[in-house]
């Protein structure tokens, strides 16, 4: 059938939203804020601090800021190579068939409960499957 498996189609999600949001074609209501380093535009958000007002933000809480849906649409933005990450002012089915056409070259093998498809990369995440795919 050609399906995405469900982590798969959620991380493509967030690329499209922060896309969408950095666009401006949508509300940026996760404050995502695209900027160029060199000749490659991508997403900046500040350090998560380790302490506010003298007094030392808890490992948790600094954990729930790391995992938040605008910290994992950063990563997962910023992982996509140049050509992709550098579309501008057009629409978002173009931005989906170039995102699509390079998600077929990223391997999409999830484990369920231990079982099925070795999984090379640490997880099925695009984040580490194309980390893994750089070191090849």
């Known amino acids: 059938l050609n399906l995405y498996s469900l982590e798969r189609r959620r991380e493509r999600y967030l690329i499209i939203n922060a ?8 509300e ?3 404050g ?5 380093l060199g000749r490659s535009r991508r997403i900046v958000s500040a350090k998560i601090p380790i302490g506010i007002n003298g007094k ?3 490992e948790r809480d600094r954990t729930l800021i790391h995992n938040s849906t605008a910290r ?11 050509s992709i990450r550098n579309i501008t002012k ?6 989906k068939r170039h995102l ?14 231990g079982y099925g498809a070795n999984v090379a990369a640490e997880t099925n995440s695009i984040f580490h499957q194309t980390r893994y795919c750089l070191i090849r």
Do not use: C, H, Y
Request: aromatic share 8%.
């Open 56 to 58: 030392r933000i808890k």
């Open 32 to 36: 995502l804020k695209a900027r160029r």
């Open 28 to 30: 940026n209501v996760l």
């Open 19 to 26: 896309w969408q949001q950095i666009e401006g074609l949508t």
């Open 72 to 82: 994992k649409s950063e990563r997962l933005f910023n992982v996509l190579p140049q």
């Open 90 to 95: 057009t629409t978002t089915e173009t931005f």
């Open 100 to 113: 699509d056409k390079w998600l077929s070259s990223i391997p999409d093998t999830p484990k369920i409960d």
